[in-house]
């Protein structure tokens, strides 16, 4: 039986490594695909309009959001974000496993839209850690830096809301824990409801004598 893919919303504070996780992620496993996100930020040193984003002015957004083209977006530090639609669902179709990198607004518009979606929620080891690897990133200016510290205070408030909660402590052991989770979540009745429909309905028609 040809499974779907399900859908992964990966959130966490910024600076706690999501973005690289999730090219480990999709190096070291097949059957992953990262969806792209529309955004009216602008572009940080080394980042490619198409792979790191779709880089688009605010009417550009607007009008996407006005023809239903995009499956969530939400204003994050004073710039939208949104996940187009159309990749999302032919990758679904083709049994991929789709990750949506997003904040945490946008994963709630997720989850109500699809119940099966499976939520992460990336954390640091501790809160030093993640200012240390903010300030080395070196990519924001400490105003930047300091919302973003404000805003990850807030999301803070809504990480029961997630399915899970992963540590990125060491890199290459958060990607193995996360795909194990990924792998578990496939198996929960409610991401195989036409299966067991099916079993069901096969399993009734014996007892009928039908077969
Ligand atoms: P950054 O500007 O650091 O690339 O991203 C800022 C925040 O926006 C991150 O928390 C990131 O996960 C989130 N984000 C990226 N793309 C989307 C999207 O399509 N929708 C939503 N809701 N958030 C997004």
Excluded at 33 to 51: F, H, K, N, Q
Excluded at 65 to 78: K, R, S, T, V
């Amino acid at each position: 039986m040809k499974h779907k893919g399900i859908l992964i919303v990966v959130s966490g504070f910024a600076g706690t490594g999501k973005g690289t996780l999730m090219k480990m992620l999709l190096d070291k496993y097949e059957n992953y695909a990262l969806s792209v996100s529309m955004t009216t930020r602008a572009p940080r040193p080394g980042e490619i309009d198409g792979v790191s984003y779709f880089f688009v002015n605010k009417e550009t957004f607007e009008e996407r959001i006005a023809q239903n083209g995009l499956i969530e977006h939400a204003c994050y530090c004073d710039n939208y974000y949104g996940t187009p639609r159309d990749y999302v669902e032919k990758q679904l179709e083709a049994g991929k496993d789709v990750i949506l990198e997003i904040e945490i607004q946008g994963a709630m518009k997720v989850k109500e839209q699809f119940p099966q979606a499976l939520l992460l929620f990336v954390m640091p080891p501790s809160v030093q850690e993640l200012e240390q690897r903010l300030v080395g990133r070196g990519t924001e200016t400490p105003e930047v830096i300091h919302k973003r510290m404000c805003r990850a205070a807030a999301e803070s408030e809504g990480i029961e809301q997630y399915d899970y909660i992963v540590i990125n402590d060491k890199l290459e052991d958060c990607v193995v824990e996360m795909h194990s989770i990924i792998q578990a979540a496939h198996y929960t009745p409610l991401r195989n409801e036409e299966f067991i429909k099916h079993i069901r309905r096969d399993l009734e028609g014996l007892a009928k004598g039908e077969k």
